[in-house]
Structures are given as structure tokens and as C-alpha cells.
């Protein structure tokens, strides 16, 4: 089963504008991260917040986390063609060791 | 250093064959997870070692699905007599100890059922 789920679904930018990206989880979390995929290949980490932080910044990358709500966003400025990828968050919590569930992820393209 | 290796990259097999998908750690790393994801799905979780141990298999999807990690390295999914629903990426992750310690991913093997 998967705990988050991102909106939108798919999201199409001209190159230079920004994106945001949603997320809603269910159950309590120790952190929530955020992970890219490009076609055909593996996930790859981009940031990870943990529950006890409101926002964090990585390079192009602004992450925040709302735990009253159980949503977190990610925001990508100034995108790049290069950006385009499908976008997933993942949340961890305890069952007796450490679980990481990801949503169903929003599909980025950005038009050069 | 070496990323996590995934083996085979592309599997095809006929309904009803074995299948057993081989995934390479990060040397050191304690946690490993195994993912099952369809097209234009996110990752479903399977199961979770930590070393070892297997400490959660709630998402792995019948008896014809086991994983194994016997030595705290490498592990082994095996899926017996392979239904067509089986098709999808099977993606391994790894990950040092501690909560806040990012998976890493390899580049999943595809199965292809036929």
C-alpha cells in the first residue's frame, strides 16, 4: 500500500519557471524525503526533512512540511530541462524498524 | 565507491517459471528494501531487512514471493511460478543505519512475464 499521494499527477513548465509539487500522508512519520527518477532508472535522494523541521533548503530546492496537516511540498525554482523527471515522496516511520513508504509521484516536464 | 547493483537488468519469463533477482548492497550498508513498481506507479514496498533479519515482509503479495538475505549482504527475491500481474521494475534500496539515512536505489531489474 502507499502512503503518500502527490498532486498534481503530471505538471508541464517552460524552462526558468517554478514547480511545485505536493504531498499527503496518512500515519505519523519520523521524516519525510523526497526522491527523483528519470526513465528506466533508480530513485534518487534529493532532500530529506525531518518531522520536527517546517521547511529546509537544498541548492534549487525548497522542501516544507506541515505535520498538523500531514502534507509537505516540494518546490523546484528556476527550472531546467534537465529537471524533468518523475518526482516522489516517501515517508518513514517505526513498525518495528524503519519503513519507507513512497507515494504515487508527480511527472515533471519542463520545456526548453 | 560502488552504488547498488541490481542483476539481471531484464528478466523474461514464461507464467509459471521461477525467477530469483539477485541485489548488491552498499558495502556497510545495514538496511535493505526491496520495491515492486509498476508503470507510471510509484515504488510498492515488499520487505525490509536489517542485516539479516528480516524485520517487515507485510507488502510482499503471496507465498510465491520470499527474499532472503542469509548473510547480511546480499539478497535474493524469488518469485515462484510466475503469474503475468508479477510484470513490473523490481527496484532494491540500501541504507546505512539510523532513521534519517536516505535509500539508495539501484537500477531495478524488469520482469516480464509471458
Known amino acids: 500500500s502507499q502512503q503518500g499521494e502527490e498532486d498534481p499527477q503530471a505538471l508541464s513548465i517552460q524552462e526558468g519557471e517554478n514547480a511545485t509539487m505536493n504531498c499527503s500522508y496518512k500515519t505519523s512519520i519520523n521524516n519525510l524525503q523526497w526522491y527523483r527518477q528519470n526513465s528506466g532508472r533508480g530513485l534518487v535522494h534529493l532532500i530529506l526533512i525531518r518531522s520536527n523541521e517546517r521547511e529546509k533548503h537544498s541548492g534549487r530546492l525548497r522542501v516544507t512540511l506541515d505535520t498538523s496537516k500531514k502534507s509537505s511540498s516540494l518546490l523546484i525554482t528556476a527550472s531546467r530541462a534537465a529537471d524533468t523527471a518523475s518526482y516522489f515522496c516517501?515517508?518513514?516511520?517505526?513498525?518495528?524498524?524503519?519503513?519507507?513508504?513512497f507515494g504515487a509521484g508527480t511527472r515533471l516536464f519542463v520545456k526548453a | 565507491g560502488a552504488g547498488v547493483s541490481q542483476s539481471p537488468r531484464y528478466k523474461v519469463a514464461k507464467r509459471g517459471q521461477d525467477v530469483a533477482l539477485r541485489c548488491d548492497p552498499i558495502?556497510?550498508?545495514?538496511?535493505l528494501f526491496w520495491y515492486q513498481q509498476a508503470l507510471g506507479q510509484g515504488p510498492e514496498f515488499l520487505t525490509y531487512f536489517q542485516n539479516e533479519a528480516q524485520l517487515d515482509k507485510s507488502g510482499l503479495p503471496s507465498d510465491r514471493f520470499f527474499a532472503e538475505r542469509p548473510e547480511g549482504s546480499v539478497s535474493t527475491l524469488k518469485i515462484q511460478r510466475t503469474q503475468q500481474e508479477d510484470s513490473a521494475v523490481y527496484l532494491c534500496a540500501s541504507s546505512q543505519t539510523g532513521v534519517n539515512s536516505p535509500l539508495h536505489f539501484g537500477n531495478g531489474t524488469r520482469l516480464t512475464v509471458t
Open positions: 558495502s556497510g550498508h545495514v538496511s
Open positions: 516517501a515517508t518513514r516511520f517505526y513498525t518495528g524498524g524503519f519503513k519507507t513508504i
